[in-house]
């Protein structure tokens, strides 16, 4: 029989387990910019960036099947959401709180069933950049709106860090042009916090030597929705040869 003591301590056990896990992951950075929103992250294999609904992307960090479970569920009820009643109702607060927190909370909280080792970023674009929306998910389901910008991180510290530098830097909506060094940057800053829990602050020059070290590695992947297009789809992935440009100026 459980006791209350015996189910907290088991709840602590399970998070710090999953923080363990997450600590290694690979951050990921969100902007709005003018004419859009952007997902910056970092890949070894495999996509990180992904379309959810028309103006839904998501990305993630943690156990890769947990991720793919989590955009599957997504884009489940994105598309039967829009279906049964309309488009408009697929949101981004619907879709993270109504559809998924709930079975990451169930999931953490029964000492019966295997967590999700996952946190996730959503981003909703919208008409207007003040009324674009991002939403970042835990693996306990608890989940934060955050509006301009957000980041996630393999701990606490590392998105504090991302966040105070994104907040440092963008003072004024940028373009896709400006935000994505940006981006960049603080995805090193977020990355080397991670891996330097006590560190106060992380440099702009100690990040972008952690992001050229870990380029030889991994590829940087970005996901846009744009505002105003003439394509049918909202979202596409920057090629490499659109990514260079700002590599080699790191």
């Given at each position: 029989?459980?006791t209350?003591?015996?189910?907290?301590?088991n709840?602590?056990q399970r998070a710090?387990?999953?923080r363990?896990?997450l600590?290694?992951?690979s951050?990921?950075i969100?902007i709005?910019?003018?004419n859009?929103?952007?997902l910056?992250?970092l890949?070894?294999?495999?996509r990180?960036?992904?379309?959810v609904?028309?103006r839904?992307?998501f990305?993630?960090?943690?156990?890769?099947a947990?991720?793919e479970?989590l955009?599957?569920a997504?884009?489940?009820?994105a598309?039967?959401?829009?279906?049964v009643?309309?488009?408009?109702?697929?949101?981004?607060?619907?879709?993270?709180?109504?559809?998924?927190?709930?079975?990451?909370?169930?999931?953490?909280?029964?000492?019966?069933?295997?967590?999700?080792?996952?946190?996730?970023?959503?981003?909703e674009?919208?008409?207007a950049p003040?009324r674009?929306?991002?939403?970042?998910?835990n693996?306990?389901?608890e989940?934060?709106?955050?509006?301009?910008f957000?980041?996630i991180?393999?701990t606490q510290?590392?998105?504090?860090q991302?966040?105070?530098?994104?907040e440092?830097?963008?003072?004024?909506l940028?373009?896709?042009?400006?935000?994505l060094?940006?981006?960049?940057?603080?995805?090193?800053?977020?990355?080397?916090?991670a891996q330097?829990e006590?560190?106060?602050s992380?440099?702009?020059?100690?990040?972008?030597?952690r992001?050229?070290?870990m380029?030889?590695?991994a590829?940087?992947?970005?996901?846009i929705?744009?505002?105003?297009?003439?394509?049918?789809n909202r979202f596409?992935?920057?090629?490499?040869?659109?990514?260079?440009p700002y590599l080699?100026?790191?």
């Open positions: 029989m459980l209350p003591y015996d189910f907290q301590e709840l602590q710090q387990y999953i363990n896990r600590r290694a992951g951050p990921v969100g709005s910019y003018d859009g929103i952007l910056l992250a890949k070894r294999r495999g990180k960036v992904y379309e609904y028309d839904l992307m990305s993630a960090i943690g156990n890769q947990d991720v479970n955009r599957l997504a884009i489940d009820f598309h039967q959401e829009g279906f009643r309309s488009p408009d109702d697929v949101t981004i607060q619907r879709v993270v709180g109504f559809a998924l927190s709930p079975a990451l909370k169930k999931a953490f909280g029964d000492p019966l069933t295997t967590p999700f080792v996952a946190r996730a970023l959503f981003a674009l919208h008409d003040e674009d929306q991002f939403y970042t998910l693996y306990d389901g989940f934060l709106p955050y509006e301009r957000a980041a991180g393999g510290t590392a998105e504090e991302a966040t105070r530098y994104l440092a830097q963008l003072t004024r940028p373009t896709l042009e400006s935000a060094p940006i981006a960049l940057i603080a995805w090193g800053v977020a990355y080397e916090a330097q006590d560190a106060d992380v440099s702009e020059d100690a990040a972008r030597a992001l050229r070290e380029l030889g590695e590829q940087v992947e970005v996901g929705l744009e505002r105003q297009t003439l394509r049918e596409r992935l920057l090629t490499q040869q659109q990514l260079e080699k100026r790191l």
